[in-house]
């Protein structure tokens, strides 16, 4: 079945560092991807996503690209603040199986000191 | 625009108890999932509607677990009785295509 992997967390970071949280996705056919993100307290949020090879999702300075040879979709951000923390969970969405339902990985925690 | 409304918030009961939870989406999403979120995990899908039938349960505990959407729009998530790993959030989110929508969930806590 599909499922995603994350790498496990806590991350802890000062301000103004560079970030990546690695993904490598399993999935039959070619799936979307997808980063969620939870800020304390809050629901989860569409951070953003790719649909296809190659294609780079970014939003709020974060970018990620969607690598077909290596399955993997890893986040990163050029230089993290402290409103940041949050926890981010990388997903997938199998259209072409006609279920629109997210897999999704077990999370990542960030942590940014000022 | 309004968002996903779940209640209640908080629930504590005891095992082998019922508890029920309430879901009202987006107004127009057709799509609607319940997730378990245990501590420490990402999501797990329990069930999925397209308006009011059944998509995918595959994964929802039929022996005590149930779930139904009436007239395709609200929703309610039931487990009878509980045991305590089912100790978790229970999040419900709508879609009207790719995009999800969640709301701020309902944790549960079985004692």
């Known amino acids: 079945g599909d499922s995603v992997t994350q790498m496990e967390g806590p991350v802890t970071l000062s301000e103004e560092a560079f970030l990546t949280i690695n993904c490598t996705y399993t999935a039959t056919g070619y799936p979307s991807l997808f980063w969620y993100v939870q800020y304390p307290g809050e629901g989860l949020q569409l951070l953003l996503k790719?649909?296809?090879?190659?294609d780079k999702g970014s939003n709020k300075g974060f970018e990620a690209t969607y690598r077909k040879e290596t399955t993997s979709f890893h986040l990163e951000k050029g230089s993290v603040q402290v409103s940041d923390s949050a926890v981010y969970f990388c997903?997938?969405?199998?259209?072409?199986?006609?279920?629109?339902?997210?897999?999704f990985g077990s999370g990542t925690r960030l942590q940014v000191q000022p | 625009e309004a968002g996903v409304a779940q209640s209640p918030r908080y629930k504590i009961i005891e095992k082998r108890q019922s508890v029920a939870f309430w879901c009202n989406p987006i107004?127009?999403?057709?799509?609607l999932y319940w997730y378990q979120q245990i501590l420490g995990q990402g999501p797990k899908l329990l069930i999925q509607?397209?308006?009011?039938?059944?998509?995918?349960d595959s994964q929802l505990p039929k022996d005590r677990f149930s779930a139904e959407r009436l007239k395709g729009v609200d929703s309610t998530l039931k487990i009878q009785p509980a045991k305590l790993e089912d100790s978790a959030v229970y999040l419900c989110?709508?879609?009207?295509?790719?995009?999800?929508?969640f709301g701020s969930g309902t944790q549960l806590s079985v004692l």
């Open positions: 107004s127009g999403h057709a799509t």
């Open positions: 790719a649909t296809k090879a190659d």
């Open positions: 997903a997938l969405s199998a259209l072409n199986t006609g279920r629109r339902a997210l897999t």
């Open positions: 509607f397209q308006n009011n039938g059944v998509v995918d």
């Open positions: 989110a709508s879609s009207l295509e790719e995009k999800l929508f």
